[in-house]
């Protein structure tokens, strides 16, 4: 991409950011909205320990046997290592996800559903969601990437960046969009949320079901330099799901965060 979309990017992002900041003093910081504070809109999770594990088990061995059987399918194709590599990682999350459809068929009977207590469509708390997240990434990230530097620790950047900024074809480009801003906040937000958050918040200190998903989220993605930024990611996501009891709008907003984050790839603009 040119300097000049590189520039238009810059600027967008730092509008998105100021934005956000706005809307967290607006809706989280001021007095006004400490005041206003409503209750959790999140409904206690009845599901027995032999259930949640259940749950875990369908999610994980769903994209166990998704990928081996991506690699099965891919070894007679044409493809290199890298494009195998996005493959077997779109099957994986294909996996987790039809994990988490066979458990809910199984258990369907004991999964409360939150009653839609909240006006807000979960479009619009998505994007409410996202645009605060910014600023609070930005900080988190320069005082991160500080504290590494501190520390001597060289923290690469992800291969994300690499996989997107040299895509070799429409086609492949256009899929890794979908896996990144459609298929992956569905599956982590019902995996890492609507599941471990949710049975957490009503059995341990909500300090650690609030931390636990975010740093599993952010193990996830097993890479240091954005370690920090993405746990704190988790925690916001999870906070918002607690707040609306809408995993919608939990979707929309990774779904946002990922296209943000793409877009600033495309335009050449490092993050």
């Known amino acids: 991409m040119s300097e000049l979309s590189a520039q238009i990017a810059v600027g967008i992002e730092l509008a998105l950011i100021l934005s956000g900041a706005w809307l967290l003093w607006r809706l989280v910081l001021s007095p006004s909205a400490r005041a206003e504070t409503a209750a959790p809109r999140l409904?206690?999770?009845?599901?027995?320990?032999?259930?949640?594990?259940?749950?875990?088990?369908?999610?994980?061995?769903?994209g166990?046997?998704?990928?081996?059987?991506?690699?099965?399918?891919?070894?007679?194709?044409?493809?290199?290592?890298?494009?195998?590599?996005?493959?077997?990682?779109?099957?994986f999350q294909l996996g987790m996800?039809?994990?988490?459809?066979?458990f809910r068929l199984i258990l369907r009977r004991r999964i409360a559903a939150a009653p839609p207590l909240v006006t807000l469509h979960p479009a619009l708390s998505g994007l409410a969601t996202f645009l605060i997240a910014l600023p609070v990434l930005t900080v988190v990230s320069l005082v991160w990437q500080g504290a590494?530097?501190?520390?001597?620790?060289?923290?690469?950047?992800?291969?994300?960046?690499?996989?997107?900024?040299?895509?070799?074809?429409?086609a492949?480009?256009?899929?890794?969009?979908?896996?990144?801003?459609?298929?992956?906040?569905?599956?982590?937000?019902?995996?890492?949320?609507?599941?471990?958050?949710?049975?957490?918040?009503?059995?341990?200190?909500?300090?650690?079901?609030?931390?636990?998903?975010?740093?599993?989220?952010?193990?996830?993605?097993?890479?240091?330099?954005?370690?920090?930024?993405?746990?704190?990611?988790?925690?916001?996501?999870?906070?918002?799901?607690?707040?609306t009891g809408r995993i919608g709008t939990t979707i929309i907003a990774h779904g946002l965060f990922n296209l943000n984050t793409i877009v600033l790839i495309l335009c050449g603009v490092t993050t």
């Open 148 to 170: 590494l530097q501190l520390c001597g620790i060289e923290a690469e950047k992800q291969d994300l960046i690499d996989l997107f900024a040299n895509a070799k074809s429409p």
């Open 43 to 62: 409904v206690a999770w009845e599901i027995s320990v032999s259930d949640f594990l259940l749950f875990l088990w369908c999610v994980v061995m769903g």
């Open 172 to 243: 492949l480009l256009a899929f890794m969009i979908v896996l990144a801003a459609v298929i992956a906040p569905i599956t982590e937000e019902l995996l890492f949320r609507w599941g471990i958050f949710r049975y957490a918040r009503t059995r341990a200190p909500r300090w650690i079901a609030l931390l636990l998903p975010g740093v599993l989220f952010a193990a996830l993605h097993a890479n240091l330099a954005s370690f920090a930024p993405l746990v704190a990611l988790g925690i916001i996501f999870s906070l918002a799901y607690e707040r």
């Open 64 to 91: 166990v046997l998704f990928q081996l059987g991506a690699g099965q399918l891919l070894k007679s194709a044409n493809l290199d290592q890298t494009e195998r590599l996005i493959f077997a990682g779109g099957a």
């Open 97 to 102: 996800l039809t994990g988490i459809a066979v």
